[in-house]
């Protein structure tokens, strides 16, 4: 499976973007997908996660703002980030797991300035 994620950019604070992430494969086959971010000098954290198909969790820094959805039919997952931060941008990455084993994007890049 390969992920390819896009919709990156740059957006002022208070803005909105919509982040996409196309597998290559069929989502069926993968029950539990996520967004991760990472910043720049910090680690890689949870952004929001949609485990086993319906289990839907966020990072507390962006409940309320952001949403995570997917379209097993498209073979697409999304996240749409409302009220954008400075403290958002980062380099978001999409990521899939099936039993062991787990798929990353190659990132994509948001930027959001004051």
């Known amino acids: 499976v390969q992920l390819q994620a896009s919709g990156g950019g740059m957006v002022q604070e208070g803005g909105s973007l919509t982040l996409s992430c196309a597998a290559s494969g069929s989502m069926h086959s993968l029950p539990t997908v996520a967004w991760y971010r990472q910043a720049p000098g910090k680690q890689r954290e949870l952004v929001a996660s949609i485990i086993n198909g319906k289990i839907i969790n966020y990072g507390d820094s962006v409940k309320g703002r952001f949403m995570i959805s997917r379209d097993d039919a498209e073979n697409t997952l999304e996240l749409r980030m409302n009220s954008l931060a400075p403290e958002d941008t980062a380099i978001y990455y999409c990521?899939?797991?099936?039993?062991?084993?787990?798929?990353w994007g190659q990132g994509t890049l948001v930027t959001v300035s004051s």
């Open positions: 990521n899939a797991q099936r039993g062991n084993l787990l798929y």
